[in-house]
């Protein structure tokens, strides 16, 4: 980002925008099942590359606020961007996931209690260790409990996304 710096004033925002999708935000897409146990310092590094892609794009200066303009954008926060929803969402719902990846994920709730199973909510596992509890499998479960049930229950992958994301964004 650093070398279009003298560009930030030539280029049009739409190009601007495009630029920092396929430089930034395609390497943070890419990797954010792997940083789910980062620390707040590592997080505060990422908001602030994030933050700096909306300077570039709007030509803010340094410690001009760039909240509004990340809602103009439609982007989410890096703490919200993590895709690992998606990622579990595939896990419950696709026939030709793993059994060994299924079977680390159970729904609350038998066949004869009707309304639990309509929830789709995932019981979470005993964990001891704070290792443990920031692995892949609870911090999904944290995840997807805390969505509303409208949203779990959506038909496609495709409508999960939008509905995850427009959810996290009128937050």
Same mark, same amino acid.
């Given at each position: 980002?650093?070398?279009?710096?003298?560009?930030?004033?030539?280029?049009?925002?739409?190009?601007?925008?495009?630029?920092?999708?396929?430089?930034?935000?395609?390497?943070?897409?890419?990797?954010?099942?792997?940083?789910?146990?980062?620390?707040?310092?590592?997080? %505060?590094?990422?908001?602030?590359?994030? %933050?700096?892609?909306?300077?570039?794009?709007?030509?803010?200066?340094?410690?001009?606020?760039?909240?509004?303009?990340?809602?103009?954008?439609?982007?989410?926060?890096?703490?919200?961007?993590?895709?690992?929803?998606?990622?579990?969402?595939?896990?419950? #719902?696709?026939?030709?996931?793993?059994?060994?990846?299924?079977?680390?994920?159970?729904?609350?709730?038998?066949?004869?209690?009707?309304?639990?199973?309509?929830?789709?909510?995932?019981?979470?596992?005993?964990?001891?260790?704070?290792?443990?509890?920031?692995?892949?499998?609870?911090?999904?479960?944290?995840?997807? %409990?805390?969505?509303?049930?409208?949203?779990?229950?959506?038909?496609?992958?495709?409508? #999960?996304?939008?509905?995850?994301?427009?959810?996290?964004?009128?937050?």
């Amino acid at each position: 980002m650093s070398s279009l710096r003298c560009l930030r004033f030539v280029l049009p925002i739409p190009t601007k925008v495009m630029l920092a999708h396929s430089l930034l935000l395609s390497i943070l897409d890419y990797a954010d099942a792997s940083y789910l146990n980062l620390t707040e310092d590592q997080l %505060n590094k990422l908001e602030r590359l994030q %933050n700096l892609a909306i300077r570039f794009i709007f030509g803010l200066r340094k410690y001009d606020h760039v909240s509004e303009f990340r809602q103009k954008l439609k982007w989410l926060s890096i703490r919200r961007r993590r895709d690992v929803l998606s990622l579990l969402y595939c896990v419950l #719902f696709n026939p030709k996931t793993p059994p060994y990846l299924k079977e680390k994920f159970n729904f609350v709730g038998t066949a004869s209690d009707l309304r639990s199973c309509r929830m789709l909510t995932l019981s979470m596992p005993f964990h001891k260790t704070k290792f443990y509890k920031l692995s892949f499998a609870v911090q999904a479960i944290e995840l997807w %409990n805390a969505l509303h049930t409208n949203i779990r229950q959506a038909k496609s992958l495709d409508i #999960f996304k939008n509905a995850v994301k427009a959810y996290y964004l009128a937050q």
